[in-house]
């Protein structure tokens, strides 16, 4: 199967959207453990306006807003749960009740819903698990789907509008409001690393199988939540078709090199009530279980330009239907990896 990455980039035009910080939380609340006021900022004090190159380098406006995150100045999120998961990692939104939920199994990962796909990882001492550098393309499925073969996804019809209306690729329990949730250690590069590609982690949804050569590559649609470990940047991606992205700009905040130390990342996805479709990543930049949320984008339908390629009725439909899998992304990045998951979660 072909997961390698290709860049054919399209216009993009979006939505970001700011997160209010509750103002009944404080450093000094035993509540809000989670939260830490030091030198408060509201996200709408920082708006940059970046440019995006699109195809025959045309440059198009785009805002971009973010909350200063550069040393300690830095505000916390509070979660709207503040319930744990299995690993201790605090939840930003709370589970589905009987939805589906995966976590990584680091006694067996073979457990029935982990698809390394060929990809060789091994055991570090401390507990946590080595991926060495590749077109590096592990799954996660849903306990429902019993991990469908790569034949079977590729066979499922892979018309957008029909999506639209179903509401999933598999079945109904397939994930679509989800939040994923991984720590993840880069390791420098020893010699086997393509600088060009960078150290970047990716986070993928909504996708059922990623081949260009079957159903053209329809199989693809996915959004894509992307963390730099080389800049701390961080950026979203929307795959109309594989390969065909609507790319955002890197963010202006930035937390510096985040090469060899733990960082959680979490890659949020949602449908709202008005039928746009809502992408957030936080992060836990000392790996204290102190979550801020670092970038958030709505797609309102507009953002995109080939998705009628595979049946939508416009151009830069949103994907508002759930996948049974979870990708986690990189090229070539050796790093370690613990506490994956992915949970169906309730939407604000």
């Known amino acids: 199967m072909c997961y390698v990455t290709c860049s054919v980039l399209s216009v993009v ?16 609340d035993p509540n809000s453990t989670n939260v830490v006021n030091s030198t408060e900022k509201h996200m709408d004090q920082f708006v940059s306006h970046g440019l995006y190159k699109g195809p025959g380098g045309n440059e198009r406006a785009k805002n971009f807003i973010m909350p200063s995150v550069t040393g300690d100045n830095t505000t916390y999120i509070v979660p709207v749960t503040n319930t744990s998961d299995p690993f201790g990692i605090l939840e930003i939104y709370p589970t589905l009740p ?26 570090n001492a401390d507990g946590s698990w080595h991926v060495e550098p590749g077109i590096t393309r592990m799954l996660a499925f849903t306990k429902a ?13 892979a018309n957008y509008s029909r999506l639209a209306q179903v509401g999933h690729w598999y079945n ?14 880069v390791i420098p590069a ?19 199988a990623h081949n260009p050569f079957v159903q053209h590559g329809c199989g693809g649609s996915a959004y894509h939540n992307n963390i730099d470990f080389d800049t701390g940047r ?46 957030e990543s936080y992060i836990d930049k000392d790996s204290s279980n102190r ?8 797609d ?12 939508a009725r416009t151009e830069g439909a949103v994907i508002s239907w759930g996948s049974p899998m979870i990708i986690f992304k990189s090229n070539y990045v050796t790093y370690d990896f613990k506490y994956l998951s992915v949970r169906e979660i309730i939407p604000p």
């Open 234 to 279: 961080f950026n979203f991606k929307k795959e109309m078709w594989h390969v065909d992205y609507a790319v955002t700009s890197d963010s202006n905040a930035t937390l510096g090199n985040l090469v060899d130390k733990w960082i959680g990342f979490k890659g949020v996805v949602y449908n709202m009530a008005n039928g746009s479709v809502k992408l």
């Open 13 to 28: 035009v979006f939505v970001f959207l700011l997160t209010a910080i509750p103002p009944s939380f404080s450093a000094n």
């Open 190 to 208: 020893r010699g086997f690393h393509n600088i060009s590609l960078a150290n970047i982690i990716s986070f993928v949804s909504r996708s059922i």
């Open 145 to 157: 789907s019993q991990e469908p073969s790569a034949e079977i996804r590729e066979s499922i019809p």
């Open 291 to 298: 979550w801020l949320k670092i970038a958030q984008l709505v």
């Open 300 to 311: 309102v339908g507009t953002w995109g330009n080939d998705m009628t390629q595979c049946g």
């Open 172 to 185: 109904e329990s397939d994930w679509k409001n989800v939040e994923i949730t991984g720590y993840i250690k």
């Open 98 to 123: 009987n939805g589906e939920v995966w976590f990584f199994n680091a006694e067996n990962p073979n457990d029935g819903q982990f698809n390394r796909n060929n990809e060789t990882i091994t055991r």
